[in-house]
């Protein structure tokens, strides 16, 4: 199976929150991260967190880490319809120079109007 | 600035055909990755430059791929004798080594199609 896991779709209506759920197995994580990338496009990364953090918040992004479960989530408020794409999960599974991301399958967000 | 630029954009060959990819990183950026993500998957590891240090090609699916990154900089992804599998989306990524977090930041990508 994967190492970094995601649930495949989420549909919300415009202005409701959405959480995305990733799960990760290596418990030597130092950094996780969440990228967006919309149709046709790279990845843009949104926000990273570090490993002996619980929650980050950045504007409409909150970022919660539940490291004995090594559950991620990612919490979008006031969901737009530009937020529609697709989120990955990723971890950095441990520092030094093993710098290579392990990504999730991406989970496909839709805003509904 | 500029960031991570990636060429050609969409690339189509013939199968057996061999193509190169090519990856101009952030100016300053000591780190290279290669990934790729074929359609509905997440992204795969390819390979990582850093510095002038052997490269970690433990990603590689096969013999058929190979990478080089001349004068620390711009990079290029050869695949030999395409088969119809490696049709993906081919991204590469590049950040600094200062700092733990160390992000990378991706570029368009070359969405490579073999028929």
């Known amino acids: 199976g994967e190492d970094v896991e995601q649930s495949l779709f989420l549909s919300v209506r415009e202005g409701d929150s959405s959480v995305i759920n990733c799960t990760y197995t290596?418990?030597?994580?130092?950094?996780l991260y969440w990228y967006k990338q919309e149709p046709g496009a790279g990845l843009q990364l949104l926000t990273y967190i570090f490993s002996n953090m619980d929650m980050k918040q950045d504007q409409r992004l909150t970022v919660l880490l539940n490291k004995k479960d090594k559950h991620l989530s990612l919490r979008i408020a006031d969901t737009q319809t530009g937020d529609s794409a697709i989120y990955f999960c990723?971890?950095?599974?441990?520092?030094?120079?093993?710098?290579?991301?392990?990504f999730g399958s991406g989970t496909q967000l839709t805003v509904l109007p | 600035g500029a960031g991570v630029s990636q060429s050609p954009s969409n690339k189509v060959t013939e199968k057996g055909k061999d193509v190169e990819l090519r990856c101009d990183p952030i100016s300053g950026h000591t780190a290279l990755y290669w990934y790729r993500q074929s359609l509905g998957q997440g992204l795969e590891f390819l390979i990582y430059?850093?510095?002038?240090?052997?490269?970690?090609k433990s990603g590689l699916p096969s013999d058929r791929f190979s990478a080089e990154r001349t004068g620390g900089s711009v990079s290029t992804l050869t695949i030999q004798r395409t088969q119809q599998e490696d049709s993906a989306v081919y991204l590469c990524a590049s950040s600094t080594l200062l700092g733990g977090e160390g992000t990378q930041y991706f570029g368009p990508g070359t969405r490579l199609l073999v028929l």
């Open positions: 290596d418990s030597s994580s130092t950094y």
């Open positions: 430059f850093q510095g002038n240090s052997a490269p970690d």
């Open positions: 990723a971890e950095k599974k441990r520092a030094g120079s093993a710098r290579q991301l392990t």
